[in-house]
């Protein structure tokens, strides 16, 4: 066992921070294995998650070897992202299972040191961490996982990009008082090169159907804020049938919403986008009367925030069952690891799924797994110090 020697007064209080030989010994150990740690389990998941799948893709719809290898690295930081808060619970795990059964811990305790005041260079590793994963998570993993998805757009037509931009169904809806109602349905074929195609708008006015317009294409002026119909059909809809008029039209400029053109051209699942597109993407969405799909990206919004969190939730359980273990070496604390991480993204898409069928707000969709989380890691925790 190492020799310490402490700088300076023994400390009884969790508050004394002055760091000192512990500090950097513990700091070294958790960093080492830390690193470690996330190279494994990057490799893991990339190789268990990403190249069966390419492979399968690779052979299945011809796509070419550098494109393959191409989206194979821009795959890689989603896997990084997700191994950073395990790694963190393994290290944990490992270290201070190997300064329990080393009798460290023991000898820390001795001479005053307390449990709290040892994890002291875990929480500000865990800080960074948490730091580097939501920097990862909303700086590089959403635009990766976009271009991956476009490049694959190319090569396989079912991917989710290239189905999001054919028949895009988007109902408007005005606000009167408390209650929404139905203002315009528009429908399109495809939208391409920001332009929509076979599109159907269908209007009421006073619960009321006004009128039918179709048209081959149209596109958004941005500049004149109107949007541009080319050969257009005009059906005006009156109370008696036989009075309907028909008018067509080879150009003609409306002022409507240009949401439906928003919401195609930004098209992407939550994880392709970061916390300030998907908050865009949601006040597009919002009086669309889509329920679920704004519920989703709702719940995927505070999903974003508090992911990088467990990364404190794994440090004190990890801590905690390390401390309170004789013997634990790294396979055993590769075991418990898989198993704890499991049972928390299990709880955390099951409670998540509760929120996007409006059981539960969003914010208690994604914020109740930490809690329960900390809740359980503090419990653990106060009994290996006491």
């Not at 194979?72 to 790694?87: G, K």
């Not at 998907?278 to 505070?302: D, T």
Request: with cysteine; net charge positive.
């Amino acid at each position: 066992m190492p020799h310490f020697t402490y700088t300076t007064k023994l400390p009884t209080k969790f508050l004394s921070f002055e760091l000192s030989v512990i500090d950097r010994y513990i700091a070294t150990e958790l960093s080492i294995f830390f690193l470690f740690a996330v190279g494994l389990l990057s490799s893991v998941s990339v190789a268990v998650g990403n190249i069966s799948d390419l492979v399968y893709r690779t052979t299945e719809y011809n796509i070419p070897i550098p494109v393959a290898i191409l989206i194979f690295c821009y795959q890689i930081p989603e896997y990084i992202a997700y191994a950073l808060p395990i790694s963190i619970l393994l290290t944990t795990i490992v270290i201070f299972g190997r300064l329990n059964s080393n009798g460290e811990l023991i000898a820390m305790q001795s001479v005053g040191i307390s449990t709290y005041r040892i994890l002291f260079p875990l929480l500000v590793l865990s800080s960074l961490v948490i730091c580097l994963t939501f920097l990862l998570n909303e700086l590089v993993v959403p635009t990766a996982n976009y271009q991956a998805n476009i490049i694959q757009n190319s090569f396989i037509p079912e991917t989710e990009l290239s189905l999001a931009r054919t028949d895009i169904f988007y109902p408007e809806y005005i606000k009167e008082g408390t209650s929404k109602k139905l203002k315009n349905i528009y429908f399109a074929k495809k939208f391409a090169n920001e332009k929509l195609y076979d599109v159907t708008i269908i209007s009421w006015k006073k619960d009321r159907l006004k009128q039918i317009i179709t048209a081959e294409q149209c596109e958004w002026n941005e500049g004149q804020q109107l949007w541009i119909l080319k050969q257009a059909k005009i059906n005006i809809i009156s109370q008696n049938i036989a009075e309907t008029k028909t008018e067509k039209l080879e150009q003609i400029k409306l002022k409507l919403s240009p949401a439906i053109f928003q919401m195609a051209s930004r098209n992407r699942s939550p994880e392709e986008m970061n916390i300030w597109q998907a908050r865009q993407y949601l006040n597009i969405i919002k009086y669309s009367g889509k329920k679920r799909e704004i519920n989703l990206f709702q719940v995927r919004i505070q999903q974003k925030l508090a992911f990088p969190f467990i990364c404190w939730i794994f440090a004190l359980v990890g801590s905690a069952l390390g401390a309170n273990s004789n013997r634990i070496g790294k396979a055993k604390g590769f075991g418990i690891c898989v198993i704890i991480v499991f049972l928390y993204y299990f709880l955390g898409l099951a409670i998540g799924s509760l929120g996007i069928v409006g059981i539960l707000s969003p914010f208690l969709a994604a914020w109740l797994p930490n809690i329960i989380g900390l809740t359980v890691g503090i419990r653990l925790l106060t009994l290996a110090n006491s």
